[in-house]
């Protein structure tokens, strides 16, 4: 089981299509995850339902479950995972009933402890927006570095923003 103080990782089950469902279909998210239009059910039940195996579709998800009450308190991926170069990006929600409490920031250093040492990954890295000034603290604080910045690489009805580029090694 991956594990830390609080948290601990499960891959997603049936039974989460209902919250993945309300994550995805959050419009106050999609400014983060780049989504336009909503996800349907039936989408997100392919999804759940299909392999979780990183070697073969790339990506994985876990659902982060608070360690004593097993409620779902959000849900963290890797993706375009590279066996060939060991790299993976890197994305993470916590619903909003859980912000703002440290679980970000124990959950993102769980991935790495899983990333580095079972993986055996050389680097994580992911992309965020200028403004998004919560994740470029959350993501530094765990040792990320900001590497590159894409200039007016964001569209936000109009306004555009600069997305910056963050890594991190063992």
């Excluded at 679980?103 to 899983?114: C, I, N, R, S």
């Excluded at 765990?142 to 009805?157: P, Y």
Aim: charged share 25%.
């Amino acid at each position: 089981m991956l594990a830390s103080k609080n948290i601990a990782f499960r891959t997603i089950e049936p039974s989460d299509i209902d919250i993945l469902l309300a994550w995805e279909n959050n419009t106050n998210n999609w400014r983060v995850s780049n989504t336009f239009v909503p996800f349907s059910r039936k989408l997100i039940e392919d999804y759940v339902n299909s392999a979780q195996d990183i070697f073969s579709t790339k990506q994985i998800r876990f659902i982060i479950e608070d360690k004593a009450t097993k409620k779902k308190l959000g849900c963290i991926d890797l993706f375009d995972f590279d066996p060939f170069h060991l790299r993976a990006g890197v994305g993470i929600l916590i619903d909003n009933n859980y912000r703002n409490k440290g679980l970000a920031k124990e959950a993102l250093d769980l991935l790495k402890h899983y990333s580095f040492s079972h993986l055996k990954l050389n680097q994580l890295h992911c992309t965020i927006g200028a403004n998004n000034e919560a994740s470029i603290q959350l993501f530094t604080k765990s040792g990320f570095e900001q590497n590159g910045i894409k200039k007016q690489w964001l569209n936000f009805g109009g306004v555009w923003e600069d997305e910056l580029f963050y890594q991190c090694w063992e």
